[in-house]
Structure formats: structure tokens, C-alpha cells
């Protein structure tokens, strides 16, 4: 008797035989005229490279080259050369969520600008946090929220600090709408009346529409929406260095630079 067959079972999607590399933001490294670069994910020969895991070889197809992490000057410079087994500036590995060198322990690393560097490598700098693992999502905009002292906001415990820059997960944040993210919790910059009158300020779960939650990041300050004529302040008298909420005056303890981030 005849049979039948039913249909053939869906082939899953081909895995890429190539090696990505991307940003904590999710932005994409690729090479340009032998140096290395980040920005929106891209899928050409530029942002593939090939990973020899026995040699640490890392080849970029756009070039045809290896990344190499050269000595010059007392520092260490990164560019692509003609590959070559035998060349110890070009011995990677891949692990984790950084591409750190076998040779002179220094991790591949984003910069203030676009271009891709190496640095001492450095497990809690978020800079270096550089993976195939980052590719899988639209870019994300984090920023520092920086004093005019120098001092860059952080969270805590919940609680919100300004402190000296350690590059670290908990000085980051993501502007949404009128809400202010910390990106090391999730929670979003809540400030409360308290009985005494003066708002409370803490991070708390992000709720739209909650009106504690609501900033206007504008001309150097950050307002309250709901609880207008209030101001995030940074006492520099403070011991604890805690950030607060205080009636807006427009002095420097209530200006912050919005820096973004690669």
C-alpha cells in the first residue's frame, strides 16, 4: 500500500561560522583601514572575525588581518597585521564577556570616542565587557549623570551616591521617557515625601506611571516633574556622599553633564 509522508521537519536556522564581537551597549566592533571601532551592529565582513582558539588568533574577514596588541612607547597600541602563528602580539582569548591577551594582560575596551583600545585588564570595568553574548539585542544608550567636581553618580543598595569614577555597572544609567534608570538594579530614581516634609530619594521598581519617577533632564539640571522646584543635589559637605532632593537654586551642586557612553 502506498504511504504517506508528512511534512519534513523545520531545519533550524544556520549558526554563523563566524565570531561577532559587541559592546555592553550591544554595539557592534568591526575594523576600519586596520583599527577597531564600535557602533550599531552590522553584518559585514568588517564586524566578522574568525577565533583559533589552539593559537588565540583572532582574523578579521574585511582585511584578512589578526588583531594585534603591539608595545610601543611604554604602552600597548591595538591595530590589525598580517597574521602570523609565531607573533606573540597576537595570541587572544575569548572567554566570558571580555577578549583579554595571552601576552601582556591588557583586555580589549571601549574609549570616550567610537574606537576600540586595550587597557589593563580589569574584571569589574564595564568598558571591557566586550562578547558574541552582547549581539542578540537592539543598542542601548547608557550615560553618567557627572558633577562639576567630577564626581559621577552611582547607585547603591538602592540608595544614589557621588563618588570618583570607577567604571563600574552601578555609574551607569538609561534616560526613558521622563524616567532615570540605573542599569545596575533595573529600578528607576523615585523620589517620596517623607513626614518631615523634604523627599526621600532612593531607586525603586520602574513604573510609568508613577509620578515619583518622573525627571526633566534639561540645561544642566534634573528637575522633578511631579514635585516641581526640586532638584537632584550633591552636598559636597557630605560625609556619606549620598545624592538628595533640594529646592532648585541652580548652584554647581545641582548641575550635571550627561555623558554617553560606547
Not at 591595538?78 to 575569548?94: K, R
Not at 537632584?232 to 532648585?248: F, I, K, R
Request: aromatic share 8%.
Amino acid at each position: 500500500a502506498p504511504t504517506t509522508t508528512g511534512p519534513a521537519a523545520t531545519t533550524p536556522a544556520p549558526t554563523p561560522d563566524f565570531l561577532r564581537l559587541c559592546t555592553l551597549s550591544h554595539r557592534g566592533v568591526f575594523e576600519w583601514y586596520r583599527a577597531l571601532y564600535a557602533d550599531a551592529i552590522e553584518m559585514s565582513p568588517n564586524a566578522q572575525f574568525d577565533y583559533d582558539a589552539a593559537t588565540g588568533a583572532i582574523r578579521v574577514r574585511s582585511n584578512g588581518e589578526c588583531l594585534d596588541a603591539y608595545e610601543a612607547n611604554g604602552a600597548v597600541h591595538l591595530h590589525t597585521w598580517a597574521c602570523d602563528a609565531a607573533n606573540g602580539n597576537q595570541q587572544w582569548q575569548v572567554d566570558g564577556d571580555r577578549v583579554a591577551h595571552r601576552v601582556h594582560n591588557v583586555c580589549l575596551t571601549t574609549t570616550a570616542s567610537t574606537t576600540i583600545d586595550v587597557a589593563t585588564c580589569n574584571s569589574q570595568d564595564v568598558r571591557q565587557r566586550i562578547s558574541s553574548r552582547n549581539c542578540g539585542a537592539p543598542v542601548r544608550s547608557f550615560v553618567k549623570l557627572r558633577t562639576p567636581r567630577g564626581q559621577y553618580l552611582s547607585e547603591w543598595n538602592s540608595g544614589l551616591y557621588a563618588n570618583g569614577e570607577v567604571h563600574n555597572l552601578n555609574e551607569l544609567f538609561e534616560l526613558d521617557g521622563q524616567q532615570i534608570k540605573a542599569v545596575s538594579n533595573g529600578e528607576c530614581l523615585d523620589a517620596f515625601p517623607q513626614s518631615n516634609g523634604r523627599l526621600g530619594l532612593h531607586t525603586y521598581k520602574c513604573d510609568g506611571t508613577n509620578g515619583n519617577q518622573q525627571w526633566l533632564v534639561a540645561d544642566g539640571k534634573i528637575e522633578h516633574a511631579t514635585h516641581r522646584g526640586q532638584c537632584l543635589d550633591v552636598d559636597p559637605t557630605d560625609p556619606h556622599h549620598n545624592v538628595q532632593t533640594w529646592a532648585c537654586v541652580g548652584n554647581d551642586n545641582q548641575r550635571f553633564e550627561i555623558v554617553k557612553q560606547i
